[in-house]
């Protein structure tokens, strides 16, 4: 098992001793860092900015979708999108445990989907687990997601929610962790 499969996993990784976290998750942080800082440096609508985003994401962007910048991007091998996707400026993501978004999904600027976290007694060690926006869903501006979560087809999370627990199909969520307010279905 390799350490993308590990971090999918929940498995913890320390990052003073994990040799395959050195290895191999480092040199694609630079990567995608990289990647990032050159898009960002770009106009926004200059051709070459689809270019970098077909690097950073390893030929895997379909054609349908779009991004807009600036984007901070930990990890863009870990990160799949699908077909008609829109997603707004200021995309953050901490992708070590992956991250899938479906087809047709709207995210909203300032979005930030979190796979890691910390081990409460120590800081040194991260525990990670994928993220899955399923098509159709929405999330408004400034959602926070947290490692885990699954966001169900068709879906809407209110602007500035925090999503800490699955969201179920067409359901509308929101708040401070978000709590089902309606299904909108």
């Known amino acids: ?5 590990r971090a999918a996993t929940g498995e913890p990784l320390d990052m ?7 290895e191999v998750l480092g040199p694609e942080m630079v990567r995608s860092r990289t990647l990032c800082h ?7 609508y200059d051709p070459q900015v689809r270019d970098l985003f ?12 779009t991004i807009l910048t600036p984007v901070q ?18 995309f953050n993501s901490v992708s070590t445990g ?24 120590d800081l ?12 159709g869903a929405w999330l408004g501006e400034g959602v926070k997601v947290t ?11 209110a602007a500035g929610a925090v999503v800490t627990k699955d969201v179920p199909a067409n359901a509308v969520v929101g708040g401070c962790p978000a709590k089902i307010i309606k299904d909108h279905k």
């Not at 098992?1 to 499969?5: A, F, K, S």
């Not at 992956?98 to 300032?110: A, K, L």
């Not at 490692?147 to 999370?157: D, L, Y």
Request: glycine content about 10%; aromatic content about 6%; charged content about 20%.
């Open 73 to 90: 991007i930990d990890r863009g091998k870990t990160i799949t999108i699908g077909e008609d996707t829109f997603i707004n400026w200021g």
């Open 124 to 135: 040194q060690i991260i525990y990670c687990k994928p993220i899955v926006i399923e098509d």
């Open 1 to 5: 098992m390799d350490v993308y499969q």
């Open 147 to 157: 490692q885990g979560v699954t966001i169900g087809e068709g879906a809407i999370v």
């Open 16 to 22: 003073r001793t994990d040799q395959e976290y050195h």
């Open 38 to 44: 050159r898009i960002n440096m770009l106009d926004p």
């Open 54 to 65: 077909d690097e950073l994401f390893e030929g895997r962007l379909p054609q349908s979708s």
């Open 98 to 121: 992956g991250i899938h978004i479906g087809n047709h999904v709207q995210i909203g600027p300032n979005v930030a989907l979190l796979t890691a976290n910390h081990d409460l007694n």
